[in-house]
């Protein structure tokens, strides 16, 4: 077993996978049905798993994602369904949901609203630690909305999904002004910025990963739109974007007049990747003077 998981890792390395040893022995892990596999006590090679072992190797060799080949993934405490056409979580966007539930626990029985839900990572996370919550999880995607529903079953959490187009100004008409937390990854990568890893170019779904415009960030936009209608005063936004868009999504934020406290945090490698808000207490005025 330790020899074929060796072999597995030096091709996987050749190959420019990341993770070599980590996704070597999870593949064997997951051939063998076992949720880890230690190779100090490494179980005898069962018959007929060399082929099947070989076969999975190949297609994470040729840059297939580990999770739609095991399955699932993990994201925070949870483990979720991960499937083709599917945007897959990132462990990045565990900080996002750590705020959005920080923002929720200062509620008695808060209403979280998640745009752009994915496989329902943030929503679930969100759900299960902050089990008073009251939870709405939307997307674009009929295949997103379904598999949100099925890792909610799975993790045992109790959401309401919808599919709906953020971008859609009567989107969620019924909540407006009485939302506590709206948290969201929506896709934001520019139309010029191809991602580099084939994982994410060849496999996430282009839904899911391009934002619209030049600047990637209509879609984010859209979910700043909509949060400065759905959140009551005081309720917070949390926004993932790319690193390069901190300053660009600090000013959107700015130029609704609806949010103070507008702010920048870091991911786990200390990048600026999400915005934070709070919708202003009191009713923006303009001037109406002609």
């Not at 949720?35 to 060399?50: N, Q, S, T, Y």
């Not at 900080?95 to 943030?122: F, K, N, S, T, Y």
């Not at 948290?183 to 520019?190: E, K, R, T």
């Not at 139309?191 to 209509?218: F, K, N, S, T, W």
Request: include cysteine; charged fraction near 25%; charge should be negative.
């Amino acid at each position: 077993m330790r020899d074929l998981v060796d072999g597995a890792t030096r091709l996987l390395d050749e190959a420019g996978v990341r993770s070599p040893r980590h996704d070597a022995t999870a593949l064997a892990a997951h051939v063998l049905g076992l949720e880890r596999l230690e190779l100090v006590v490494a179980p005898p090679v069962p018959e007929g798993f060399a082929e099947v072992y070989a076969g999975l190797v190949e297609r994470r060799r040729n840059r297939e994602p580990l999770q739609h080949l095991v399955g699932s993934t993990g994201f925070r405490y949870l483990t979720l369904l991960v499937e083709p056409g599917v945007f897959v979580p990132r462990p990045e966007t565990e900080v996002v949901a750590q705020v959005a539930i920080d923002g929720a626990r200062e509620h008695g029985e808060p209403l979280v609203v998640d745009l752009c839900c994915g496989a329902g990572g943030i929503a679930i996370a969100v759900a299960t630690e902050v089990p008073q919550a009251t939870v709405v999880a939307i997307d674009l995607s009929p295949e997103a909305v379904a598999l949100t529903s099925r890792n909610a079953q799975l993790n045992g959490a109790d959401l309401h999904v919808e599919h709906g187009d953020v971008a859609d100004p009567s989107l969620l008409a019924a909540l407006e002004g009485t939302v506590d937390v709206l948290v969201a990854n929506p896709p934001y990568i520019p139309p010029d910025a191809e991602p580099v890893d084939p994982e994410v170019r060849d496999h996430d779904p282009d839904l899911a990963l391009y934002g619209g415009g030049l600047d990637g960030l209509d879609v984010p936009r859209a979910v700043i739109a909509a949060a400065a209608r759905l959140l009551k005063p005081g309720g917070l936004l949390v926004m993932e974007h790319a690193e390069v868009q901190d300053a660009a999504a600090r000013a959107d934020a700015l130029a609704t007049g609806a949010f103070e406290k507008i702010e920048s945090r870091d991911d786990l490698t200390g990048r600026p990747r999400m915005l934070v808000a709070r919708r202003k207490s009191h009713p923006v005025v303009t001037d109406s003077s002609p």
